[in-house]
Structure formats: C-alpha cells, structure tokens
C-alpha cells in the first residue's frame, strides 16, 4: 500500500482524495497554483507544495512542476483527480518512468479509450452496440455529405480527440453541412489541437445513461450500477441520479454486460465509466468510456455504500476487485452547485463568499471546498460544490433535496441554487419525463 499520495488537482475532488488517504493511514501532498493558496485541500493535506501560479498551464498541467513536487516530497502515487492530466497517457507513463505509482488506468489504456474513433472500433469488436456512423475520420466535406446521406439525416459531427461538446454539431439536413463541418474542425484544431472529426447518426431524444466499472490487474471486471446525467445544458451536466428513472431490470442486466465488455477489450485496470446513449425506445450505444473517477462518482457511492477513491487506490497498489457486480440499493441525486448566475445565461460569477449556510440533517452529502471568505479564483471550472440527497425511493429524495437547497445559503457570488430549487419542482422532472434537451425548453421563474 502506498505510503503519500500526491494530488495533482484542486477544489473538491482533492479534498476528497484527502479524505480517504486519512482513512487509509496514508500521508498526502497537496499541489496549488497561487491563486489557490487558501483552498481548503491546501490547508488539510499533510503537506503542501506551490507548482505554479493562477493560468493551469502554469500549475495543474505543468509536468514538470507536479513531478518535481512528487520527488521533493517522496511520494510514491500521484491521484490525478477529474479533469486537468486525468486522462493524459503521457503524465502517466511520465509517472512510471520515476517510479511513482499513477493511480489510474495505464497509458496504453488511457490512449486506447482517449481517441473516439479508436474506442468506436474496439467496442465493435468487443460486441458492444455503437451508434451508426462512418468507420474512420472525415477527409473532405463531399465525404461528410455522401456519408450523410447514407446513414439518414440528422446526424453529429463530433471531435475525435474531444470531450464537453467541444468540436461537436448536429446537422440536420444537406445544406448545413459545409458551415457545420468546418466549425466543428476549427473548434476541435483550437480545444484539442487535433482538428480530426467523425461523423455519427443524430440519436434523438437520447438519455445519457453510464456505467460505473471497476476492474482489476488481474483480468476481473465489476459494475456498479447506472447513473443517469441527462439533464444537461451545453453538453455539461447539471445533475446526475441512481438508479434511473427510465432504467428497467432487464435494460440494467444488458447495459451492465455491455460495460463489463467494453472494460475487459482493453484489460482494464482502475475505476472509470462507461457512458451510453438510450434512446426513447431503451437502445443504448456506447458513446464513450471515462477512464477516470467521475464528478458524479459521489452518486454511486451513496446507492451501493461502496468508496470508489478508496477501491482507486487499492487496485493500483495491486489488490483484487471483489468481481461483484453492485445493485442500487436507495436512490441519489446530484446537485452540481456552479459558481454562475442562472439568470443571465449561467454566466460564471467569481468572487468572495459573504455568507455560507450548508445544509445538513437525514440524507443530505455535501462535498466541497469552499467556505466563508473564500474567493472562487475565475480561472478555473465553476463549479463549488455537489450536493447530494439520498433516500429508499426517488420521490423522497427530490423532497430531501428540495428542503436541503432550501436551506443552501451562499451569498457574494451568483450560484446554480434557484435553478435547482426550481428543476426539483418541476412535474416532468418529478415523473421522470425528460431527456438530453430537457432544458432548451426549461424557462427558470
């Protein structure tokens, strides 16, 4: 087992990191730009090290800077949180290369999963449904439009290398398609410095339904049940639960085993998710795999009572998976609280805490850094805290929920707190009638 464990990120996911070493015995090392200096995980690890200032090519991406980190304090695995270098194949072979443990997938893995069209090409060969597409990336518009019309409008022209709907557009008939095809390249080339683009029939009105795995190196696979992340605005999700509300007993099983496959084609080896799009009529195809502990990871822990850092770290320090596949066993759900205004287009809104009331009582999980006083640095994602509510059925944990943002005080800064107060009231949310485009049409009061 490890003896320290740096944590090459920030906020939240670090503190919670954090958290578990302690519980484990093992000793932490905290990394921080300046502009995080008095972020709670700086203040609870067992040690701290500045590797940069504010810009994350400065800190939380600077190579260099983190490993060096790692060597001046001798430790011997590096978390690399969500986000940031988790899913950077080379940080991780960089890792190996000093001998400190990468807590995570491997590079070959992280590579095989990172590259959508590679991914796609895998998972047909493992048998897993795949939405229908082309077979490789796009060389031309006249290829777009001749493969287009093949598969049947709509369709989606997504980034290879890409993630967070960047790169990605929907294209509804022919004469979209030049505007479309060379935005979605030009985005891709800014965000990924990889402009390659394929192209995927349009699923509509799709649940974003995911599998959570684990797998260890010794060839087992597990799962640990569904999430579901559909209510989502920009391809960013919002809000997340288990079980589904649209899942079956019999869907569950084939989605589970899909992700069992997916996982074992590539000798898996940590935590990470599978994600699937479920369309209106329960067929599901692999949109991609997370090979990383997810933002919303917090939301399986609750139903199956199963820490996902902890198992982390166990099978990167060589321990066995139990190979038991997990069953909800309460129903969760996540509140995703952004530090941004839902009333002027969720624009972000750093600044100082003034006030800071955090709800608490039967069912309620808070996971955050933030405190009174505390300045949200404008440089990084937005989001300050997760709230989650869970209880035996779905019902009781939307009015868990709704009492607890009611009770969630945060003043200074503009928060997602209203719209969540009004999603947890709203009847097709409440009756589980909703899809990826449930909030193009969601008007906040």
Known sequence: ????????????????????????????????????????????????????RAASSDSYLNIPHIMAAAEITNADGIHPGYGFLAENARFAEICGEHNIKFIGPTPDQIRSMGDKITAKETMIRAGVPVVPGGEGLLQSLEEAKSLAKEIGYPVILKATAGGGGKGMRVVWQEDEMEKNYN??????????????????????????????????????????????????????????ESPSPFMTPEL???????????????????????????????????????????????????????????????????EAISGQNYEPQMHAIECRINAEDPYNDFRPSPGKITVLNQPGGHGIRIDSHVYAGYVIPPYYDSMIAKIIAVARTREEAINTMSR????????????????????MKNEDFIKGNFNTKFLESFKLL
């Open 404 to 423: 607890a943002l009611n009770e969630y005080v945060i003043e200074g800064v503009k928060t997602t707190i209203p719209f969540h107060q009004q999603l």
């Open 1 to 52: 087992m490890f003896k320290k464990i740096l944590i090459a990120n920030r906020g939240e996911i670090a503190l919670r990191v954090i958290r578990t070493c302690r519980e484990m015995g093992i000793k932490t090392v905290a990394v921080y730009s300046t502009a995080d200096k008095d972020s709670l995980h700086v203040k609870f690890a067992d040690e701290a090290v500045c590797i940069g």
């Open 252 to 318: 569950r099983q084939r989605m589970g085993d899909a992700a069992i496959k997916a996982a074992s084609a590539i000798g898996y080896e940590s935590v990470g998710t599978i994600e699937f799009l479920v369309d209106k009529h329960r067929n599901f195809y692999f949109m991609e795999m997370n090979t990383r502990i997810q933002v919303e990871h917090c939301v399986t822990e609750e139903v199956t009572n199963f820490d996902l850092i902890k198992e982390q770290i166990k099978i990167a320090s060589g």
């Open 183 to 240: 935005t979605a390249k030009i985005e891709a080339g800014a965000s990924f410095k990889n402009d390659g683009i394929y192209m995927e029939k349009f699923v509509e009105e799709p649940r974003h339904i995911e599998i959570q795995v684990a797998g260890d190196r010794y060839g087992k696979v597990c799962h640990l049940s569904e999430r579901d992340c559909s209510i989502q605005r920009r391809h960013q999700k919002l809000v997340e």
